[in-house]
T-cell receptor, first 114, second 110 residues
Framework: NAGVTQTPKFQVLKTGQSMTLQCAQD?????MSWYRQDPGMGLRLIHY???????DQGEVPNGYNVSRSTTEDFPLRLLSAAPSQTSVYFC?????????????FGPGTRLLVL | SQELEQSPQSLIVQEGKNLTINCTSS?????LYWYKQKYGEGLIFLMM?????EEKSHEKITAKLDEKKQQSSLHITASQPSHAGIYLC??????????FGAGTTVTVRA
């Protein structure tokens, strides 16, 4: 198993550009989520999904869109990047629909918005 | 959402010495998770605690959850350079959402 994979590892964007952060898992996990990590603020939940076709907002969803058309993939879209979205983004997954399972994290995507 | 406060924010420990990190919640914890992160890498799961008074150990790391399920501690015995990194606690708010503390940066000096 590759576990949770994220692409790209690094990205530089200009303000107003759009992009999609990719996340995939090969463990047949139902639950997937996206976090952003900023200095001194820990990880904050952006969006999550309890299964294919189902998504919901987390703590900081503004400026981000997600979709879950398959069990394996959970892309995060930035429609119009802003400097405030400069951060490290982590995707995570777990076996069941819920959080009382071990979360498996991807290696992260470092995003810089100029 | 569940607010988690970690302390200390950072610490420096001499190799071979013990250290303790605390994680306090404003609400009852349904599940408390400890993760470790090395700079530039993802999070590695350490332990999960669910029951009041529960204690788990793995190698030189011990995690405890208090009886009231609002506070957890992570204790490392005889620290080694491999223990350096950022330790984060995460909590299950019983609403499909995980909350995380801000993290504690651990530096181990030889």
């Amino acid at each position: 198993n590759a576990g949770v994979t994220q692409t790209p590892k690094f990205q530089v964007l200009k303000t107003g550009q759009s992009m999609t952060l990719q996340c995939a898992q090969d463990m047949n996990h139902e639950y997937m989520s996206w976090y952003r990590q900023d200095p001194g603020m820990g990880l904050r939940l952006i969006h999550y999904s309890v299964g294919a076709g189902i998504t919901d907002q987390g703590e900081v969803p503004n400026g981000y869109n997600v979709s879950r058309s398959t069990t394996e993939d959970f892309p995060l879209r930035l429609l119009s990047a802003a400097p405030s979205q400069t951060s490290v983004y982590f995707c995570a997954s777990s076996y069941t629909s819920g959080t009382r399972e071990t979360q498996y994290f991807g290696p992260g995507t470092r995003l810089l918005v100029l | 959402s569940q607010e988690l406060e970690q302390s200390p924010q950072s610490l420096i420990v001499q190799e071979g010495k013990n250290l303790t990190i605390n994680c306090t919640s404003s609400k009852t914890l349904y599940g408390l998770y400890w993760y470790k992160q090395k700079y530039g890498e993802g999070l590695i799961f350490l332990m999960m605690l669910q029951k009041g008074g529960e204690e788990k150990s793995h190698e030189k790391i011990t995690a405890k959850l208090d009886e009231k399920k609002q506070q957890s501690s992570l204790h490392i015995t005889a620290s080694q350079p491999s223990h350096a990194g950022i330790y984060l606690c995460g909590a299950d708010g019983n609403d499909y959402k995980l909350s995380f503390g801000a993290g504690t940066t651990v530096t181990v000096r030889a």
